[in-house]
């Protein structure tokens, strides 16, 4: 089971999933959600996460794919569950990639709505970096 997490205001409603569900047609490819306003409360994000994972009760190999913060979930969840993951232009450490956007306003794709990224949205998820990146990563990275 192949499961695609988005980046920071986007969602698993994307031509990204719908792209990933056409080239593995023979897996079962889902889109979890998590809320960018909520990002204050990593706990919250992280179990909602896992319980959308949950829900499908996958009982082969799981396979995690992340754009942006979304390879950041992945990593985190990658690590929970023991199994591989692939990230695509990935926000690796937010501490250091997200800095410039304390105070900005920010705006969900999808709905328009918009929200203040706040110094505790980043310290929350900083305070999960460490020891993340300990297993063999498949990273790719746009250039230009």
Request: net charge positive; glycine share 6%; with cysteine.
């Given at each position: 089971m192949i499961f695609y997490i988005h980046g920071l205001n986007a969602s698993a409603n994307s031509e990204k999933l719908k792209k990933l569900q056409a080239f593995f047609k023979e897996e079962t490819?889902?889109?979890?959600?998590?809320?960018?306003k909520a990002l204050?409360?990593?706990?919250?994000?992280f179990h909602h996460l896992r319980a959308q994972i949950d829900s499908f009760k996958p009982?082969?190999?799981?396979?995690?794919?992340?754009?942006?913060?979304?390879?950041?979930?992945?990593?985190?969840?990658?690590?929970?569950?023991?199994?591989?993951?692939?990230?695509?232009?990935?926000?690796?450490?937010?501490?250091k990639m997200m800095?410039?956007?304390i105070n900005q306003e920010q705006t969900i794709y999808e709905t328009g709505e918009t929200y203040i990224f706040t110094q505790k949205m980043l310290d929350a998820?900083?305070?999960?970096?460490k020891n993340l990146y300990k297993e063999k990563t498949l990273v790719f990275l746009e250039m230009g």
């Open positions: 490819v889902a889109g979890l959600e998590y809320d960018s204050d409360n990593y706990d919250k994000v009982s082969n190999p799981l396979l995690l794919i992340g754009t942006s913060l979304g390879g950041y979930w992945s990593s985190q969840l990658s690590n929970y569950y023991q199994c591989k993951k692939v990230l695509l232009n990935p926000c690796l450490f937010p501490s800095a410039y956007k998820l900083s305070k999960k970096e």
